[in-house]
Each structure stands twice: as structure tokens, then as C-alpha cells.
């Protein structure tokens, strides 16, 4: 970025400086207004131009600008949520260029990212999900059992899978008293009523479909459960 701050009295001084010292002498009130006329433009120009620059790159814009990055390459896929900031929302669009797409783990990386919770993904035509008779598999810790790890395959569900996506965890109320407890009491201390649609972790069911339809390969269904 082409850093442009200069000032009015340097521009002047530059001005003067391409002028025949013989011509005026000691005291230019005149002179000294018109030289600064043209200095108050020239600075609003480069000021300008500067701030063009930034708006120019997505690594440096601010405001609108990083909004409008934002609406030409995503559409209304990616938007700047209530509150958030410029750097916050920067590096989501930075993120969001050069995510990886069609596999099962970017779907999954792409879910941990946004709801900050990494979603159960169950693939029916999968042995390394369903466990086989007589093979083990390495995929996990725990052992192969009923109700602890394998589930029933499906040679009949080709190209689709299972994900179950958690909202994110709502963390509003983390210092406000419970039921039972002395530390307030109505319209006095720490008391109040929570409601599940009191958090402030913005995302959307909306948002959590579009992002899986836009990782998961062609031709694939991703049969999707959205749970608290």
C-alpha cells in the first residue's frame, strides 16, 4: 500500500520552491493563499487516493468497501453479522477464498468453523462408519459393540451421508444466578429470564445449509438434523 500523508504546509513549501525567488519578496499574503488553495486540493486528492488504495485490496478495506468484497464474491452467502468488525469479518472472507470444497472433512471443517462445534457425519455405504464382521478398525479408541461404536450400513444409500450439526453454545448468561442461589432477586441482582434466542453467536439454519451445499461434492446428498 502506497502511503500518501502529506501535508498541507510541505505541499506549499514544494510550490514555492518551483518559483523564481526574485519575483516576490520576504512577506506574500497573496501568494500565500493562492500556493495554499492549490495545497488544500492536491492534499484532499492524495488523501483520497490513498484511501482508494486501501478499499482496492480485501486485506485492507474497511467499512462498506469490505462489505461489497464480500456481496461480489459470496452473494448473500457470506455477510457481516450485527456488531462485528472489520477484522473479524476480514478474516472470514479471507477464510472463505480459499476453503477447501467436495471432500467429508471440509464439510466438516466447515461446520466446526462456524458453530464452533465439529458435527457427527455418518456415511451408510461406509465400512469406516458402520464397522465390518471380523475386521477392526483403527478409527477409534473404542471398540466395536452395539450402542458404543458401528452403526447399520446400506449398500441401498450410494453417494449420500448423515450429518448432525449442534448450534453453537450459548454463553450469555454465564454469571447470572440460578434458581436456588442468593446472589439476586426480581429487578434486583443477578437475575433474569434466558431465552434460547438470546445468543449472540449469529448463525442462521439458513446459513448452516447453504455452507453444506456449497462443500459437499456434485451429485452427493447430505441429509441434515440441526440440533440445540
Not at 519578496?25 to 490513498?50: C, K
Amino acid at each position: 500500500m502506497v502511503q500518501m500523508n502529506v501535508s498541507r504546509t510541505k505541499l506549499i513549501d514544494n510550490l514555492r520552491s518551483l518559483l523564481p525567488p526574485a519575483w516576490f519578496g520576504s512577506t506574500t499574503p497573496v501568494l500565500n493563499a493562492v500556493l495554499g488553495g492549490l495545497a488544500e486540493g492536491w492534499q484532499r486528492i492524495f488523501t483520497f487516493l490513498s484511501y482508494a488504495i486501501q478499499q482496492a485490496r480485501i486485506s485492507t478495506a474497511t467499512g462498506g468497501w469490505l462489505d461489497l468484497a464480500a456481496l461480489d464474491f459470496f452473494a448473500d452467502k457470506i455477510f457481516r453479522r450485527a456488531g462485528e468488525s472489520d477484522l473479524i469479518f476480514r478474516h472470514r472472507i479471507m477464510i472463505e477464498l480459499l476453503r477447501c470444497r467436495c471432500t467429508r472433512n471440509s464439510v466438516g471443517d466447515y461446520i466446526a468453523v462456524l458453530t464452533g462445534r465439529a458435527p457427527d457425519i455418518f456415511e451408510p455405504r461406509n465400512p469406516g462408519d458402520t464397522g465390518c464382521y471380523g475386521t477392526s478398525f483403527e478409527f477409534s479408541k473404542a471398540s466395536m459393540a452395539y450402542g458404543l461404536l458401528g452403526r447399520w450400513g446400506s449398500e441401498c444409500l450410494p453417494y449420500q451421508f448423515f450429518i448432525t450439526v449442534r448450534r453453537p453454545i450459548v454463553v450469555e448468561g454465564i454469571n447470572i444466578s440460578g434458581w436456588n442461589e442468593s446472589f439476586g432477586g426480581f429487578e434486583r441482582g443477578e437475575l433474569t429470564y434466558l431465552a434460547g434466542n438470546m445468543s449472540s453467536v449469529q448463525v442462521t439454519d439458513k446459513e448452516i445449509y447453504h455452507g453444506i451445499t456449497r462443500s459437499i461434492p456434485a451429485g452427493t446428498i447430505a441429509w441434515t438434523a440441526i440440533q440445540p
